[in-house]
Nanobody
Framework: QVHLVESGGGLVQDGGSLRLSCAAS????????VGWFRQAPGKEREFVAA????????YYADSVKGRFTISRDNSKKTVYLQMNSLKPVDTAAYYC????????????????WGQGTQVTVSS
């Protein structure tokens, strides 16, 4: 069982930045791929970014490419999502998820989920 805890969300103005963290409890967290997803009220959960177990491969939704950066520090069992140039459309609850055999953008292929952290971007 992998326990994930997100942090770093908050209220920021249009054009601002936030860094989200996803901390894991699992000793072997370094063997898991991790994804970030978000869900706005009334909308489906959507893929944001993902990183493979080593950090050598990263993936982004077109809507965040060039603005968001995913990274991981396996020694700290933590994955980060640096979000720059935030826009009001980025407002959502952000969730991290982990899995050993994931299809990157498909949330149903991730085994473990955090509780989420709210990001609100004001115009």
């Amino acid at each position: 069982q992998v326990h994930l805890v997100e942090s770093g969300g908050g209220l920021v103005q249009d054009g601002g930045s936030l860094r989200l963290s996803c901390a894991a409890s699992e000793r072997f967290f370094s063997s898991y791929a991790v994804g970030w997803f978000r869900q706005a009220p009334g909308k489906e959960r959507e893929f944001v970014a993902a990183i493979n177990w080593s950090g050598g491969s990263t993936y982004y939704a077109d809507s965040v490419k060039g603005r968001f950066t995913i990274s991981r520090d396996n020694s700290k069992k933590t994955v980060y999502l640096q979000m720059n140039s935030l826009k009001p459309v980025d407002t959502a609850a952000y969730y991290c998820a982990a899995g050993r055999h994931t299809a990157v953008k498909d949330p149903s292929t991730y085994d473990y989920w955090g509780q989420g952290t709210q990001v609100t971007v004001s115009s």
